[in-house]
């Protein structure tokens, strides 16, 4: 053996080695960078799926809560058409049952009253006219049977204005 060949096989022994070190760092920073680069990917994944359920869930609770008013409402307007029925019918028996003594021809509704229930309902104006004092075809029953639908109707919206007003809360 040559001890120059010592010196020949150093050199290509550390160059060798240096190329080891450079490939195994190079290496070891990739896969570093790479890991570190997954590990924020997976945590910023998990946090938006935790924001996606947590906010799924208000939403869900909230059209729960939705609902809920919205059947109160249907249950409120259905007592109340029920109501009104009773009413109507009651109504109808005042008015042609002669035993309480107001008979169909005992009471009678003037054009002007026609005129001013109407103008009220509206919210219009109204001027009196020559027409007023004459007996109009519509008997008392009819225009009780209208209010008593008009209360109804003014009573379901109050309801609905209500059940809107506690579902926003």
């Given at each position: 053996m040559n001890?120059?060949?010592?010196?020949?096989?150093?050199?290509?022994?550390?160059?060798?080695?240096?190329?080891?070190?450079?490939?195994?760092?190079?290496?070891?920073?990739?896969?570093?960078?790479?890991?570190?680069?997954?590990?924020?990917?997976?945590?910023?994944?998990?946090?938006?799926?935790?924001?996606?359920?947590n906010y799924?869930?208000?939403?869900?609770?909230?059209?729960?809560?939705?609902?809920?008013?919205?059947?109160?409402?249907?249950?409120?307007?259905?007592?109340?058409?029920?109501?009104?029925?009773?009413?109507?019918?009651?109504?109808?028996?005042?008015?042609?049952?002669?035993?309480?003594?107001?008979?169909?021809?005992?009471?009678?509704?003037?054009?002007?009253?026609?005129?001013?229930?109407n103008a009220?309902?509206?919210?219009?104006?109204?001027?009196?006219?020559?027409?007023?004092?004459?007996?109009?075809?519509?008997?008392?029953?009819?225009?009780?049977?209208?209010?008593?639908?008009?209360?109804?109707?003014?009573?379901?919206?109050?309801?609905?204005?209500?059940?809107?007003?506690?579902?926003?809360?």
């Amino acid at each position: 053996m040559n001890p120059l060949n010592i010196f020949s096989a150093i050199p290509s022994a550390v160059i060798a080695i240096l190329i080891a070190s450079v490939l195994s760092a190079s290496g070891g920073f990739y896969f570093g960078s790479s890991y570190r680069t997954n590990y924020y990917e997976a945590k910023i994944s998990k946090d938006e799926l935790t924001r996606k359920q947590n906010y799924e869930k208000a939403l869900s609770a909230q059209q729960a809560k939705n609902n809920l008013a919205v059947s109160q409402l249907f249950k409120l307007i259905q007592e109340e058409q029920n109501k009104n029925a009773n009413y109507q019918s009651q109504v109808k028996a005042i008015y042609t049952n002669s035993s309480f003594g107001m008979g169909g021809n005992s009471c009678y509704v003037s054009y002007g009253f026609i005129r001013l229930f109407n103008a009220s309902a509206r919210g219009a104006e109204s001027t009196p006219s020559s027409t007023d004092y004459l007996r109009s075809p519509i008997d008392l029953a009819s225009v009780l049977s209208t209010i008593v639908e008009n209360h109804g109707k003014y009573r379901q919206v109050a309801d609905q204005i209500e059940s809107l007003k506690s579902a926003s809360q």
